[in-house]
């Protein structure tokens, strides 16, 4: 697959998720220290004048900031940032207290009463609410359009749109944006684009490079990378970051020092375990292709998939999520969940553990069946976040689950056929 166009960096990203942007500490440690406090001290009013007059002349250490209080910035928090803005090729980058907080923050840091948002559809739900109930309380009004339907797109922007945001891959369904035409089209209009790159992390997308203004990640997921903490990150331009680094200082959703010293302890295995989870991704969709039980599935590496050709341009891999269907009602959806052994049954994804979700009921259990058919949600539709088991166990693991709702005559492989999906031999 094609890189995009971009400008040559130092170090791969293997080397960049370890050492990029390190900054010198005062102890000479290698792991980057735990900074606990909320507040900091002056030595006399002199020192604190001269922070006042130019805080860089204070700087504890080359590449660390001198700060004056937890809610505007930690060193801890500050050496996350410069990790997370190599790893995204950008100028500069925020961390907040939650993937949502950093798309709240970004679309109240960059709209006004009066100003309008277009989103494609199959965003996260949370977004689709925030966009559509919540910012209209301030005078802020949405639209949703169809991905990659550009007709649509240009027929929705109005003199009052600044706006324009999307996701890639999309949850549920992994679909995937046509960057450049995405783009070109904002830029046309002189419109600041917003794309979640949650499900593709920087290792499968670096989305500045393809001329997105602004993009947020849930580090919650991926980035962190064991289901252990909670937190989000905006990249892009300092001209961009440094207004909304402002903004949440008012907000006030900052990260805790002790999650931004996890996260950067994750970043250091994010490359490693990527790798992993687009190659047992990848040979889990085979799989779950092949399957009589299985109605459908949508991965990005799939020929099959609606966006795979855009997919294959765009992204370096196509991630650790499959969606799919399987014949039957609700019922059979959760007797096969039931029955799996490995994965948890959990929200969110990334993580080293694999999760599975019967999407209808863990994440749109309030919508009306009428509301989730409108979006697409069958009862069926399962959401896997593979993680880092051997992948040979999660094929048996799932091979053995669906045969609880298959009945054997059905079973259209050969057990040779069968042997050979759960044995490939794609390189992990």
């Known amino acids: 697959m094609p890189d995009a166009p971009s400008t040559p960096t130092p170090w791969r990203p293997a080397t960049t998720a370890i050492h990029g942007r390190r900054g010198d500490n005062p102890y000479a440690s290698v792991a980057e220290p735990l900074l606990t406090t909320a507040t900091y001290y002056f030595r006399d009013s002199a020192e604190l004048r001269m922070f006042r007059a130019d805080p860089a002349a204070l700087r504890p250490a080359p590449g660390v900031e001198r700060q004056e209080y937890g809610r505007y910035g930690n060193p801890t928090v500050q050496a996350a940032e410069a990790r997370l803005a190599a790893l995204e090729g950008a100028e500069d980058a925020l961390l907040t207290a939650s993937g949502m907080a950093a798309v709240t923050l970004t679309l109240l840091g960059l709209l006004r009463a009066g100003d309008h948002v277009i989103l494609t559809d199959d965003v996260y739900r949370r977004t689709r609410h925030l966009a559509q109930q919540l910012l209209p309380r301030w005078g802020i009004t949405a639209t949703v359009v169809p991905l990659n339907d550009f007709a649509a797109l240009e027929r929705a922007i109005t003199p009052r749109t600044r706006v324009l945001f999307s996701e890639t891959p999309t949850n549920p369904f992994l679909r995937v944006l046509e960057l450049r035409r995405w783009v070109e089209l904002a830029r046309a209009y002189g419109l600041t684009t917003v794309l979640d790159a949650t499900f593709a992390t920087p290792l499968n997308l670096r989305a500045l490079q393809w001329g997105v203004d602004l993009v947020v990640h849930s580090a919650t997921k991926y980035l962190g990378g064991h289901h252990d903490l909670l937190a989000g990150v905006i990249a892009g331009s300092r001209a961009h970051i440094q207004p909304l680094r402002e903004f949440l200082g008012t907000f006030g959703s900052v990260v805790a020092p002790q999650v931004a010293h996890q ?84 929200p969110s994804l990334g993580g080293a553990e694999t999760l599975v979700s019967p999407v209808a009921l863990m994440s749109f259990d309030a919508y009306t069946p009428e509301e989730r058919a409108a979006l697409g949600i069958r009862d069926t539709l399962i959401r896997l976040a593979v993680g880092l088991e051997d992948p040979d166990d999660l094929l048996a693991d799932l091979a053995q689950a669906l045969e609880r709702i298959t009945p054997t005559r059905t079973w259209a492989l050969t057990e040779p056929a069968r042997a050979a999906v759960l044995s490939s031999s794609t390189s992990l």
């Open 263 to 346: 996260l950067l302890r994750g970043l250091k295995t994010l490359p490693l375990r990527v790798r992993h989870q687009n190659a047992a991704a990848q040979r889990i969709a085979q799989f779950l292709q092949q399957h009589p039980a299985v109605e459908r599935v949508w991965y990005p590496g799939l020929a099959t998939h609606p966006d795979h050709a855009v997919a294959q341009q765009i992204l370096r891999g196509f991630g650790g999520v499959v969606t799919f269907t399987l014949h039957g009602d609700l019922d059979t959806a959760l007797t096969f969940v039931d029955a799996l052994r490995i994965p948890l049954m959990a």
